[in-house]
């Protein structure tokens, strides 16, 4: 809009402007950002994924691409929003620790982020912007611009967390309909134009995609269509009209709950680590995202919007089929009536370090946890120490990496116990420690990975990457497996890890800003996403953050310079029974980016 209102301004500036010697202005861009919740690169086909690998073909190839650690949903949709790392907007993971507890029924010292509601206390708590960084979508909305998010809860929200109000930018997914769930309010003539398309005004339910199944009973076996096509209709239906009918410029982003939730619940494959997330469920969920795509491409071209829009497709992460196997947890040894034998229960993490340090350990909320066959942590989160007052350490229960804070009187002491306990387990793959509180050998700094930065929620002392590794394919990214911490089975799908199948998320771009039929071998990430868009748009975003990504220069039409870059390999000192964190990273444009870190051995896509 700005870049418009400059040129139209130059324009009638000009002697004579007006008349038939001025060309019009270009009509104003827009930009539709499509998000396929936990889609890996490689999985993607023209059999697969039609629309998906059509973008592809077609338009920019981002090869070299790269989710941002952790691999979690949250983190990686506020980098999407923001540009910015989590260093900067402090979304360290799904689950965070937030001190205090909120009010009842949210009374827990951790804070789960895919969630409106949360999100609104989280903004209450965090200078009325948890994340600290004017987002894409909050900028166009300044600027004028028609802006809509739709798609998956809490993510979709986090595009434009101010966009609670039904005012500014319009905000759809699973809690529309529903405020006591921090539905965001819709204006009425959106409402109005959905009961006309003949849509419920309230979003459906998961279905039957919902249910993940038990130890002994499988999981879902249908992807998430129907809940989606109604995301898909509003879209189409509705929203893109609308924004026709406006006449401004417009920014749409989409999140795509499939193959992520699907992949995560799915039946085929119970106790088993083939064939994982590639089985027919998991198809089907990666087919379901790329023809939601589709829908949207055949809308723009519908409403002769197709040649002025740009798409920038990604994923938040990547993904694996979920191990719960572990020769070393001493929680791996008890016995818990809905865990099959022999296999890592929820909340090992929690349970191996209160055992090695000797201390008690509390849920999240302050219940004292004594360990039988019905009584473990099973969500991961827990608090460990000599009572619930007095924390040495929590544990936030994330999934293919769990996340530690150190709220003690001696953290630095606690950081090198907790690290040295954990070089003793086979399911450590990464460590991480918060550069205050190190060097501790067997680790590296977190500074390293983008978690040092202008946050408001507190930072995190430890990541724990889970050990990953291949179930055997010839593309070892297509079957990666992962230990998880999670009430999952072994079989369904987790994500989270630092291993190459986790951050190696689908990235591609096509429209009339972008070169067509580029293979950009360039590294790329998440937080690049809202800096290319804001270039192309004439937009500012960001705030005082350092962590932010670049404009991807090198595959727009209007510039296309090659950007350098290199390759890194980074050693920790290693620990007193040799384990070693090894990180392999690129560099571009002064950016990091983050291939895989772990002992040799126990990441998948690491090179020693
Ligand atoms: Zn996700």
């Known amino acids: 809009m700005l870049k418009f209102l400059l040129l139209s301004a130059a324009l009638s500036a000009l002697p004579f ?20 919740d936990g889609l890996r690169s490689h999985i993607v086909t023209p059999d697969t994924a039609p629309a998906l690998a059509a973008v592809r073909r077609d338009g920019v190839n ?52 895919e969630d409106d509601a949360m999100l609104d206390r989280l903004n209450a708590r965090y200078g009325g912007d ?83 199944g038990a130890y002994n009973m499988p999981g879902v076996r249908v992807a998430n269509t129907d809940q989606q096509a109604w995301f898909r209709d509003v879209a189409t239906k509705v929203l893109l009209p609308r924004f026709k009918a406006a006449g401004k410029p417009f920014v749409l ?48 071209k519908a409403l002769g919007l197709d040649a002025t829009t740009d798409i920038l497709v990604t994923a938040d992460h990547g993904f694996s089929t979920i191990s719960r196997q572990s020769e070393t947890s001493a929680a791996a040894k008890g016995v818990y009536r809905d865990v099959q034998p022999g296999f890592l229960p929820g909340g090992f993490l929690a349970m191996d370090l209160a055992k090695a340090l000797g201390l008690k350990l509390f849920d999240p909320s302050g219940y004292e946890i004594e360990i039988s066959d019905a009584v473990y942590p ?97 593309d070892p990214e297509t079957c990666g497996a992962e230990v998880a911490d999670t009430t999952l089975q072994q079989g369904q799908g987790m994500h989270g890890s630092f291993g190459r199948q986790d951050t190696h998320n689908f990235m591609a771009a096509i429209g009339p800003d972008f070169k067509a039929g580029l293979t950009d071998e360039t590294p790329v990430g998440n937080a690049d996403v809202a800096p290319t868009a804001a270039q192309i748009l004439g937009l500012k975003i960001g705030g005082a953050g350092r962590e932010s990504g670049r404009v991807l220069t090198e595959a727009l039409a209007a510039d296309g310079r090659p950007v350098a870059h290199e390759s890194h390999v980074e050693r920790s000192a290693p620990a007193a029974n040799g384990f070693v964190t090894v990180l392999n990273w690129q560099e571009a444009d002064g950016r990091a980016y983050l291939d895989a870190a772990g002992a040799p051995g126990r990441t998948l896509g ?3």
């Open 17 to 36: 402007a007006g008349t038939a010697m001025a060309d019009p202005a270009p009509a104003p861009h827009n930009v539709i950002i499509f998000v396929a």
């Open 62 to 113: 981002f090869e070299n691409s790269h989710s941002v650690y952790p691999t979690f949903t949250t983190p990686n949709a506020a980098a999407i929003a923001t540009g910015h790392r989590p260093g900067d907007t402090g979304d360290f993971g799904n689950v965070i620790f937030v001190g205090q507890p909120f009010e009842p029924p949210y009374a827990s010292v951790v804070a789960g982020v």
């Open 130 to 212: 948890v994340l600290n960084e004017t987002s894409l979508l909050r900028a166009a909305s300044l600027s004028g611009f028609s802006t809509a998010t739709v798609g998956k809860l809490g993510p979709a929200g986090l595009q434009d967390v101010s966009a609670r109000d039904g005012k500014s930018t319009i905000l759809i997914d699973d809690a529309t309909g529903y405020p006591s769930d921090g539905g965001a309010p819709v204006p009425k003539d959106v409402l109005d134009a959905m009961a006309g398309a003949g849509l419920d005004v309230k979003a459906p339910d998961r279905g039957l995609n919902t249910y993940p």
């Open 253 to 300: 982003v989409y999140w795509s709950r499939d193959p992520d939730g699907t992949q995560h619940n799915q039946g085929d494959s119970l106790n088993t680590l083939t064939p994982g997330i590639n089985g027919p469920t998991s198809l089907a969920a990666i087919r379901n995202a790329s023809d939601n795509l589709q829908a949207l491409r055949d809308t723009l």
């Open 378 to 474: 099973r969500q991961g989160s827990a608090v460990i120490g000599p009572d619930f007052a007095h924390p040495v350490a929590v544990v936030a229960g994330n999934g293919g990496s769990d996340i530690l804070y150190l709220p003690g009187a001696d953290p630095a002491g606690a950081a090198r116990r907790i690290v040295e306990a954990l070089t003793r387990e086979d399911y450590t793959g990464a460590l991480f420690v918060r550069d205050d509180l190190g060097p501790v050998p067997g680790a590296l700094p977190t500074s390293r990975i983008g978690m040092s930065g202008t946050a408001r929620t507190p930072a995190p002392a430890i990541y724990v990457s889970f050990r990953s590794f291949s179930t055997g394919c010839a």
């Open 606 to 608: 690491l090179k020693p």
